[in-house]
């Protein structure tokens, strides 16, 4: 993953700045020692020749510029480490906010797969309590229908029209019909589902 990369290249990136910033810090250390120690020859009168009076002079003026400039360098360097925190900081929350992004989507997705599976189960429940107040025969038949059929074995009758073939019964068959028993199995003369009559057959 892209952002991890960026992440671990930014650690990798402050620890190389602690360890410069440490390395300047012993520098700018070292120069002070130099300069205390060539001040207290100075203030002690050790030098008595002209000479070697404004050698040390000029080696002290040139430690101090060296000093400023290494006391730069550090600064820099800790400049630099802010950034890279900042930077760091950024890419860690990005991360962190895709991860729950990621996470929220997946709860989603478990939510929706709960309801479908209760529903599902609903259903499976509901079709039980029905099928076990049909008549065996009459189960097998539409078992059987719904196997030939793509899954539907049954068909309500429309305004005289098979909803399964979607065909209209002809006058004979709907005359049939509207002479048959409530209870009488009746079927599509084309397609042979089984035909469910309703308020809406039409008859
Ligand atoms: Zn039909």
Redesign the pocket.
Known sequence: MQLRDAVASLEAEQSDLRRAQVKAETDVEQVRTRIDRDRKRLDAGQVSSPRELENLQSEIASLIRRQSDLEEVVLEIMERQEAAQGRREAAAAERAEIAADRDAVAARRDTALGEIGEQAGKAADRRAAVAGEEPQDLLALYERMRAQHGGVGA?ALHRGQ??????SLNTVDLNNIRRADPDEVLR??????I?VRTAESGL
């Open positions: 068909a098979c909803e399964g073939c979607h065909l599509c003369e084309e397609c042979r589902r035909l």
